[in-house]
């Protein structure tokens, strides 16, 4: 909880009773928060450019005796109903509270200036500021600032020198304990045949060591460690974590810090430029900025500043610009289509039956089963036809290999075949019998005679194409292995392709790997649109590549936006270029498209990013004449209200 402190310690007290009443010297902190503001904004020297000028507030002119009359801009006031003239006072300063900041790739940079008055600052203490953004419903702690007085660093380097000489004073040696001379002496007396390997490095068993005594090397060298420094030792140890609280009372921060400064005297204001970038959002219009703070005398707070007037940046994007009308286009519908599929069957050496239980064969025709099963019950499509293709590796010759794959594809055609009668007649004795009113049992509903499905069979006797691929594809074939091969693939003669490949020693890796691969069965399955007559008929669908380009540059993702509009090239491509900060692509853009004041207002501000500020101030005018409301938009677009400043621009609409 944020308070306000009236009761403080005694300790705090009595420390600083010398130094006059610490309470009220708090109360009086009162009359001088710190606070935030907005940075003065650079103003430019008014340039002239050569449109008609208007007529001014104050006109001066002068009668025919001489004399001068200034003619100034009257209101009627409200209390006497007279005209009573006005004038501007220029020295009137305002502390505005409010900003509006431009978006550019997506990112908005917002900036403003912590002020601590200098009655804030003391060299015993320690400022610490946190500014907080609120942003849509949630709220961001940003970076803080730290106002660290002098005395108050040289305290806080006290407390880390001490605990450095703690953490020096641990002894990480163990022999430091161990009384060596009493220790030399004692084997010398009592076991002189090992103290002659007191130069030796030779090994030393625990029984050797046994005097007449009976004392081991354990015992003596207990008994001659210093057991009360090395408990002592161990104590350090297990309190370093608590030791470092005790003298380090007040931490030096690094994490999550924007500035630390050391303030060596209490003379001046401090004001810290703070700039924060933030990635916009959708529905981001403004974003807040509070100010927080503390200051702490050692570890102990002894003053809370109160959150001070939220500063507000209004966000200025061009994702407003954003035109949302539908674009459509021709699909044309055929009445014919085809899908595709392929399945892995094995068959036994020299054998064209299909054996469901062979090795993966079940799982793959299953799966041809199901697609089969669900195109048969397809409402939209009737299936005409079925071609069956079979493929062969390149073992033995390719002749063989041929009519081997004929005979397969002939094979799977007819299993599938029969497995299409078997569902039929199975759907036809699942059919629901209808009730009537006037019959107890109807008879079943007359559906259209179902067409037979054609299968065609087709094959490949060796598919040397995927063979290339997959080869190319392998991880396991080295570089070398895989030149090799595509040396050897060549030959024109698949047989003696074939031979010269099983003498590589890649052949193994070939043959148990990559050529099972080869024997495939692929299915197309060729359909037609129930209830359409002509081969292809036109019709308009939305398009939505480009709809997803608008979405996208309504939602900010300006990148994506312009990936997306890029091949349509109209205004909406040219928004996303101008909020991508794809400047040069939406000036060749825009030059093409025909002039509107949405046109004219983009190439303002592109022209503007050029540097170009007089031909910027001129489509800006342009822009306003012919459509109002844009004199609006320029004072909230900064880029456009520097313009606007520049120029005086908002004298031509008064």
């Known amino acids: 909880m944020k308070y306000r402190?009236?009761?403080?310690?005694?300790?705090?007290?009595?420390?600083?009773?010398?130094?006059?009443?610490?309470?009220?010297?708090?109360?009086?902190?009162?009359?001088?928060?710190?606070?935030?503001?907005?940075?003065?904004?650079?103003?430019?020297?008014?340039?002239?450019?050569?449109?008609?000028?208007?007529?001014?507030?104050?006109?001066?002119?002068?009668?025919?005796?001489?004399?001068?009359?200034?003619?100034?801009?009257?209101?009627?006031?409200?209390?006497?109903?007279?005209?009573?003239?006005?004038?501007?006072?220029?020295?009137?300063?305002?502390?505005?509270?409010?900003?509006?900041?431009?978006?550019?790739?997506?990112?908005?940079?917002?900036?403003?200036?912590?002020?601590?008055?200098?009655?804030?600052?003391?060299?015993?203490?320690?400022?610490?500021?946190?500014?907080?953004?609120?942003?849509?419903?949630?709220?961001?702690?940003?970076?803080?600032?730290?106002?660290?007085?002098?005395?108050?660093?040289?305290s806080q380097l006290r407390g880390y020198q001490q605990y450095r000489r703690f953490i020096n004073s641990i002894v990480t040696d163990s022999t430091r304990f161990i009384d060596?001379?009493?220790?030399?002496?004692?084997?010398?007396?009592?076991?002189?045949?090992?103290?002659?390997?007191?130069?030796?490095?030779?090994?030393?068993?625990?029984?050797?060591?046994?005097?007449?005594?009976?004392?081991?090397?354990?015992?003596?060298?207990?008994?001659?460690?210093?057991?009360?420094?090395?408990?002592?030792?161990?104590?350090?140890?297990?309190?370093?974590?608590?030791?470092?609280?005790?003298?380090?009372?007040?931490?030096?921060?690094?994490?999550?810090?924007?500035?630390?400064?050391?303030?060596?005297?209490?003379?001046?204001?401090?004001?810290?430029?703070?700039?924060?970038?933030?990635?916009?959002?959708?529905?981001?219009?403004k974003v807040d900025i509070v100010l927080e703070g503390e200051i702490y005398e050692q570890e102990n707070r002894i003053y809370t500043i109160e959150p001070s007037v939220p500063l507000t940046f209004y966000i200025s994007s061009l994702s407003t610009f954003a035109e949302e009308r539908e674009r459509y286009l021709t699909q044309v519908i055929s009445r014919r289509v085809k899908a595709d599929d392929i399945c892995y069957i094995e068959f036994e050496k020299d054998c064209d039956k299909v054996v469901e239980g062979l090795s993966n064969n079940y799982h793959e025709i299953t799966r041809i089963r199901r697609t089969l099963s669900l195109l048969l019950e397809n409402r939209d499509f009737d299936l005409d036809s079925i071609v069956v293709t079979a493929s062969s590796s390149p073992e033995g010759s390719w002749e063989y290999n041929s009519r081997l794959s004929k005979r397969r594809s002939a094979s799977v055609s007819r299993y599938f075949e029969r497995f299409i009668g078997k569902?039929?007649?199975?759907?036809?004795?699942?059919?629901?019998?209808?009730?009537?009113?006037?019959?107890?049992?109807?008879?079943?509903?007359?559906?259209?005679?179902?067409?037979?499905?054609?299968?065609?069979?087709?094959?490949?006797?060796?598919?040397?194409?995927?063979?290339?691929?997959?080869?190319?594809?392998?991880?396991?074939?080295?570089?070398?292995?895989?030149?090799?091969?595509?040396?050897?693939?060549?030959?024109?003669?698949?047989?003696?392709?074939?031979?010269?490949?099983?003498?590589?020693?890649?052949?193994?890796?070939?043959?148990?790997?990559?050529?099972?691969?080869?024997?495939?069965?692929?299915?197309?399955?060729?359909?037609?649109?129930?209830?359409m007559v002509q081969d292809t008929i036109h019709t308009t669908i939305i398009d939505s590549i480009y709809m997803a380009g608008v979405q996208a540059l309504k939602d900010r993702n300006y990148n994506l936006a312009a990936n997306l509009l890029t091949p349509y090239r109209d205004f909406n491509t040219a928004v996303a270029y101008c909020a991508a900060d794809y400047n040069a692509s939406a000036l060749n853009l825009l030059s093409e498209l025909p002039s509107t004041p949405q046109v004219s207002y983009l190439m303002a501000l592109l022209e503007a990013r050029q540097g170009k500020s007089k031909s910027a101030a001129e489509y800006y005018l342009k822009a306003c004449r012919e459509d109002s409301q844009f004199i609006h938009r320029g004072n909230l677009d900064p880029e456009i209200y520097a313009l606007v400043r520049m120029y005086d621009l908002n004298r031509y609409f008064e």
């Open 180 to 285: 060596k001379h009493q220790l030399e002496v004692f084997i010398e007396r009592n076991i002189p045949e090992l103290y002659r390997y007191r130069t030796d490095s030779a090994y030393v068993t625990d029984e050797l060591f046994l005097s007449h005594y009976g004392i081991s090397a354990k015992d003596a060298l207990k008994h001659y460690t210093y057991g009360l420094r090395m408990r002592h030792n161990e104590w350090k140890k297990a309190n370093i974590g608590r030791m470092y609280d005790r003298y380090v009372k007040s931490p030096i921060v690094t994490d999550h810090l924007r500035l630390d400064t050391v303030m060596r005297n209490a003379s001046g204001d401090f004001i810290y430029n703070y700039i924060q970038r933030i990635q916009t959002l959708p529905q981001l219009r």
């Open 423 to 531: 569902w039929r007649d199975s759907s036809a004795r699942n059919r629901v019998f209808s009730i009537d009113i006037d019959k107890v049992l109807a008879e079943p509903d007359k559906e259209a005679p179902e067409a037979n499905v054609e299968f065609i069979s087709r094959n490949i006797a060796e598919d040397w194409s995927a063979l290339n691929r997959l080869v190319m594809a392998d991880t396991v074939l080295t570089s070398l292995q895989k030149e090799r091969y595509f040396l050897l693939s060549g030959e024109n003669n698949a047989d003696k392709r074939e031979k010269l490949l099983s003498m590589e020693e890649f052949y193994p890796h070939l043959t148990y790997e990559i050529y099972p691969r080869l024997r495939t069965v692929r299915f197309d399955f060729h359909l037609h649109r129930k209830d």
């Open 5 to 154: 402190i009236t009761i403080l310690t005694a300790s705090i007290m009595l420390s600083l009773s010398c130094c006059g009443s610490l309470s009220g010297r708090m109360e009086s902190l009162a009359n001088y928060p710190a606070s935030i503001s907005l940075p003065q904004e650079k103003r430019s020297t008014i340039q002239e450019i050569s449109i008609p000028k208007v007529m001014r507030d104050t006109s001066v002119i002068e009668d025919d005796k001489g004399n001068t009359y200034h003619l100034m801009r009257a209101v009627r006031d409200d209390g006497t109903g007279e005209m009573v003239a006005t004038e501007e006072l220029q020295a009137a300063v305002v502390t505005a509270r409010f900003r509006n900041v431009a978006e550019r790739r997506g990112k908005v940079e917002i900036e403003f200036q912590v002020l601590v008055p200098k009655e804030l600052r003391d060299s015993k203490w320690q400022l610490r500021m946190m500014p907080i953004m609120y942003i849509l419903e949630d709220t961001l702690d940003l970076d803080r600032i730290l106002i660290t007085g002098e005395s108050y660093r040289k």
